[in-house]
């Protein structure tokens, strides 16, 4: 089978450690994963803001470079969801029967834990993560793609990992593309609530399978100075014992000391402010 | 009732009035929370919920899709049975044929069923104008109506307000349209209950006409069908001598059987409850039971215009549940009258656009007030694929805008980001220069995220929109593409930069 990466221009130019991951996961598991070149976008971000002649190239130049594979396999429910649902509304747009037969015989793309899971059949991957870890499953995973209970059946199989369950967990984040600038504020008041679920975990790592969301939701944790990073279901799924420089090594945060010395209420009282201002 | 939404914001401006609202932050997040809980226990209880969805939207498609029949048919079927049916293009054709009747009885009031065609139109504004006072009896419609105030959500119009603050608007404003508030009034919503009934039941009493609306409407028998909770609306149906009636047309249904699906999907979905408390039908007139002059105003006041856009004409199929409102993280932080209209939530960001059509700003900025996370297609009981209707409806926004001699900002980025995505070479090219950018952020920038990457500050301009709240990572200083070619897929080990860690930000 010949499989493909489609990095995502997200994860591409911002997020490079994440299709490494994708890249090493793979590679252990026999698929000799290949990256071909020319990708760019799934053209989600025009399409998603209106721009449709704007992203019938873009879609072009994702049908070339992903011709010809068995398989197309994403870092990403939201880019997954785009290629799936939307190329054939931007091919029709286009006037271009070649565009609309291109799309229609595109090979079918994957979401990481879809391929994982159906594609390849396994949720033991042989990881291992020591860490403290909540799960936030991204809208367009659960409900453009129905990814249902994968990524949770690929946590739970990784050793040393400790799983907290998220409270309020199928709700959105706030991120939305661009969403997240042309309502800023809406945004950010939804991400609060979704960090003030997170740091209610006592988890130290959140772990999504969109680094999109992930860059909203660990900006809000970042700028409250919470003590919890955000990382890529595809690296925790990459870190085994023997790659020992692929486990994080910084120490935990003890949220429980933080609780007792008074600190939420000042974290708190920061997301407010930053939700309301 | 003076308020109006005419005039309002578009909804970032309106929404970030909104969010400083803390008792309406704090009121909404609590009447959505109850009510989605509610909604999901009843949802849950049955067996083939999927199917019955199915069958609902299927009953409202086969209405649509040949609207112009089952029009003509309900006309036929209501005239037959004794109603005066009545054609109207828009709001003030159907704001005037409820003047015309009313003043053809020589009244100065008529009392109100809820109803959301007669708020779309402005019906009250419209009678008060003429003189005719119009009383809404719905309690939340009567503490919107006597506060002053705006609908703030479809099926609980004063979800925006708590029991105290309805206690303050019945002290202050019942003696000012009837029977005044009790000395001893509280705040228990039964006591609250018991003022409003006293003070309405004088007006059922005495009211000769009374206006409402329909949630269906039967073509094959004439039967309109009002589904509600307190019993007020049994009471405006029964017992004045006149009853208009002001119905969209896509309330038609072609068959009495039909009604079924709907029927079942509407309560549980709506109020949360597995059977509605009162279900009034009434067809035509009945000889010596209830109003013996019956009148249906049939309203398209923009519905054929919503009909005629492919994508976006299932909306039409909408009973008016609310079940997307209450799911809507977006609504349940920004309330109702955000949106600008009596549609506010995700139904109100597709319906306004479609019904009025793109130009005035307030309408263009709601197909944008969504994130997309697709929980109000989830719960609509009529499997309206809102996100999907969204997304068309921006695409209609920025093609009305194609022409402009000034492109927006946003345009251009749009343009140049598409641009740049049209070709690998041209995307490796803009990522060697934030790899620089990248490199100078995390050897001179201090702030670290949490891990130790570095952030890129707060950004100016347009970049602010995000840094006033959130941190940026700095970009990697190698792009995923830049790594892949150098190491030949990390196969090798590559020359020049490190290889690993970038994302962590350390030297």
Redesign the interface.
């Known amino acids: 089978m010949k499989v493909a990466l489609m990095v995502t221009c997200v994860n591409d130019a911002m997020f490079p450690d994440t299709g490494k991951a994708v890249v090493r996961l793979l590679r252990r598991l026999g698929v000799d994963v290949e990256f071909p070149a020319a990708q760019t976008c799934c053209a989600q971000p025009m399409v998603n803001t209106g721009y449709l002649d704007e992203a019938v190239p873009v879609v072009r130049t994702y049908v070339d470079a992903f011709a010809g594979y068995d398989a197309v396999v994403t870092p990403s429910g939201s880019c997954a969801g785009s290629a799936r649902h939307q190329h054939g509304l931007v091919a029709r747009r286009s006037g271009d029967p070649a565009l609309e037969k291109a799309v229609a015989d595109a090979p079918p793309t994957y979401e990481l834990t879809e391929f994982l899971v159906d594609v390849l059949g396994v949720t033991d991957v042989g990881a291992y993560f020591p860490h403290r870890v909540t799960y936030h499953p991204t809208c367009h995973s659960l409900r453009m793609l129905g990814v249902g209970d994968r990524p949770r059946q690929l946590l739970e199989s990784v050793r040393g990992i400790r799983l907290a369950e998220l409270p309020g967990a199928e709700e959105c984040c706030g991120f939305g593309g661009t969403f997240a600038v042309k309502n800023a504020e809406t945004s950010v008041a939804m991400g609060s609530d979704k960090a003030r679920h997170v740091r209610e975990t006592g988890a130290e790592v959140l772990v999504a399978g969109d680094n999109s969301c992930l860059m909203h939701i660990g900006g809000l944790l970042s700028r409250q100075q919470a003590g919890v990073r955000v990382m890529h279901l595809a690296e925790v799924l990459a870190a085994t014992e023997d790659d020992a420089e692929q486990v994080p090594t910084e120490r935990p945060v003890d949220l429980a000391a933080q609780q007792s010395a008074g600190r939420t209420d000042a974290i708190q009282h920061g997301l407010e402010q930053g939700a309301t201002s | 009732m003076s308020a109006t939404f005419v005039g309002m914001p578009p909804?970032?401006t309106a929404?970030?009035q909104a969010?400083?609202d803390t008792q309406l932050r704090h009121n909404l997040a609590h009447a959505t929370g109850t009510i989605r809980a509610k909604r999901a226990k009843v949802v849950d209880e049955v067996e083939h919920w999927e199917d019955l969805r199915l069958a609902g939207a299927a009953v409202k498609a086969r209405a649509l899709a040949d609207l112009e029949t089952n029009l003509v048919r309900l006309e036929e079927s209501l005239t037959a049975q004794g109603a005066t049916v009545h054609w109207a293009r828009d709001a003030a054709e159907a704001c005037e044929v409820v003047a015309r009747v009313a003043r053809s009885h020589d009244v100065d009031e008529v009392v109100k069923v809820k109803s959301m065609a007669t708020q779309e139109i402005e019906l009250n504004e419209a009678l008060q104008a003429q003189g005719i006072a119009a009383w809404e009896t719905d309690l939340a419609e009567l503490i919107v109506q006597l506060g002053d105030d705006l609908p703030s959500h479809i099926l609980v119009p004063a979800i925006h307000r708590n029991r105290a603050e309805i206690r303050e608007i019945f002290r202050s404003k019942m003696a000012g349209s009837g029977r005044p508030a009790p000395d001893d009034l509280t705040d228990e919503p039964a006591v609250l209950a018991g003022a409003a009934r006293q003070h309405l039941r004088e007006k059922f009493l005495r009211a000769k006409v009374a206006v409402s609306g329909a949630n269906f409407a039967v073509a094959e028998t004439g039967t309109l069908v009002v589904v509600e909770s307190e019993g007020n609306g049994r009471m405006c149906l029964t017992l004045p001598e006149v009853l208009v009636s002001v119905v969209g047309i896509e309330k038609v249904v072609p068959t009495f059987a039909e009604l079924d699906p709907l029927l079942r999907l509407l309560p549980r979905s709506s109020t949360g409850e597995r059977m509605n408390p009162y279900t009034s039908m009434w067809t035509g007139v009945t000889p010596g039971d209830g109003p013996q002059e019956v009148h249906v105003v049939l309203v398209d006041n923009g519905r054929t215009r919503a009909l005629a856009d492919e994508v976006g004409r299932q909306a039409l199929r909408c009973i008016r549940c609310s079940a997307c409102l209450n799911v809507c993280?977006?609504y349940e932080?920004?309330g109702g009258h955000a949106y600008g209209s009596v549609y506010p939530g995700p139904i109100g960001a597709i319906l306004n656009p479609l019904m009025r059509g793109q130009g005035d700003p307030q309408v263009d900025s709601l197909?944008?007030?969504?994130?997309?996370?697709?929980?109000c297609?989830?719960v609509c009981p009529v499997r309206i694929d809102i996100p999907e209707v969204l997304?068309h409806?921006?695409?209609?926004?920025?093609?009305a805008h194609r022409e402009d001699r000034v492109p927006k900002a946003?345009?251009v980025a749009?343009?140049s980001?598409?641009w740049?995505?049209?070709?690998?070479r041209r995307?490796a090219a803009?990522?060697r220069l934030?790899g620089l950018a990248g490199r100078v952020l995390t050897r001179v920038g201090k702030a670290r995220?949490?891990?130790?990457r570095a952030?890129a500050g707060r950004l100016p301009g347009?970049g602010a929109?995000?840094?006033?709240?959130?941190?940026?990572?700095a970009?990697?200083r190698?792009?995923?593409?830049a790594?892949?070619?150098r190491t030949d897929?990390?196969r090798s080990e590559g020359s020049g930069q490190p290889e690993?860690?970038?994302?962590?930000g350390g030297e």
């Not at chain 2, 409806?393 to 093609?399: A, C, G, H, N, Q």
């Not at chain 2, 995220?449 to 130790?452: K, W």
């Not at chain 2, 929109?465 to 990572?473: E, M, Q, V």
């Open positions: 909804f970032p929404a970030r969010l400083a993280p977006v932080r920004t197909p944008y007030a969504s994130s997309l996370c697709g929980a297609f989830e997304v409806l921006r695409s209609k926004v920025v093609d946003e345009a749009m343009k980001t598409a740049a995505f049209t070709d690998a995307l803009g990522e934030s995220l949490p891990g130790g952030t347009p929109a995000w840094t006033g709240a959130r941190d940026l990572p970009p990697p190698e792009s995923f593409r790594w892949w070619r897929g990390g690993q860690s970038e994302q962590k």
